[in-house]
């Protein structure tokens, strides 16, 4: 399996960046995994958005899915053209139901809904989706293919039951929203950088891989603060990180 970072960054992206969007690739199989802001341009780089054999979306908050409704132009152009013929399945909650609405595009773009618990089959790995603490419906995902596991995080709160969903992943990609001295008094539905790293340390992830990051941070203040908590491996999120497993 190979893990590419597209965009990282959150709530916005800042210059040159993106919020977030990963590439999963495994068994030959081209999977999206979010789709935020400046996303699907940080894609083409690497492939032609069409030649996606599948999107995932853990939730339909605006920085997660903004170039998702591009991408539906796109997959719709290259269909007409002849270059793709089957239509693009995406995987994503079905609340809030408006904005759910929206995915289909039919007959370029189709719908399918994720739900608690539940495991998806694809070539080469197995995706299963966990709820996490947030305001709307958000699942994180754990990838298990190849005798290796990825746990995507997604967006979540310190309460989500990480020790449920897996032990020991081989890549953690977890949410660092906050600094912990700028993490908000009420609970937001967000790890601060140090809540990450606990987090991680917790379920004895080999590998943090830290995401989800305000772009006014420096790379510096969030390595203090995760690798004061966190012992194995670690990597700050930027677009064009990659590791293959």
Not at 56 to 64: C, E, G, I, K, T
Not at 190 to 199: D, E, G, N, P, Y
């Amino acid at each position: 399996m190979k893990w590419t970072v597209l965009g990282c960054q959150s709530p916005y992206p800042g210059p040159g960046g993106g919020t977030p969007g990963y590439l999963l690739e495994v068994s030959g199989q081209r999977i999206l995994v979010d789709c935020g802001s400046g996303v699907l341009s940080k894609l083409g780089c690497y492939f032609q958005p069409h030649q996606l054999d599948a999107v995932w979306l853990s939730h339909l908050h605006f920085d997660h899915i903004a170039d998702f409704f591009v991408l539906q132009y796109a997959v719709k152009t290259e269909v007409r053209l002849g270059r793709r013929k089957a239509p693009l399945t995406v995987y994503a909650p079905a609340e809030p139901a408006d904005w759910a609405e929206k995915l289909n595009k039919y007959p370029y773009v189709l719908h399918q809904s994720i739900h608690e618990g539940q495991t998806y089959p694809f070539h080469g790995c197995e995706i299963t989706a966990h709820r996490t603490e947030h305001a709307i419906p958000c699942y994180a995902l754990k990838i298990q293919g190849q005798e290796k596991v990825i746990l995507y995080g997604a967006d979540a709160g310190p309460s989500t039951p990480w020790n449920s969903m897996c032990i020991q992943p081989d890549l953690f990609v977890c949410e660092g929203t906050f600094l912990h001295q700028d993490l908000p008094l009420q609970p937001v539905g967000h790890h601060s950088v140090l809540q990450a790293a606990m987090a991680a340390q917790r379920i004895k992830a080999h590998r943090l891989l830290l995401t989800h990051l305000y772009p006014g941070y420096s790379h510096q203040s969030l390595w203090n603060e995760a690798s004061s908590a966190y012992s194995g491996q670690l990597s700050i999120a930027s677009p064009g990180w990659s590791i293959s497993l």
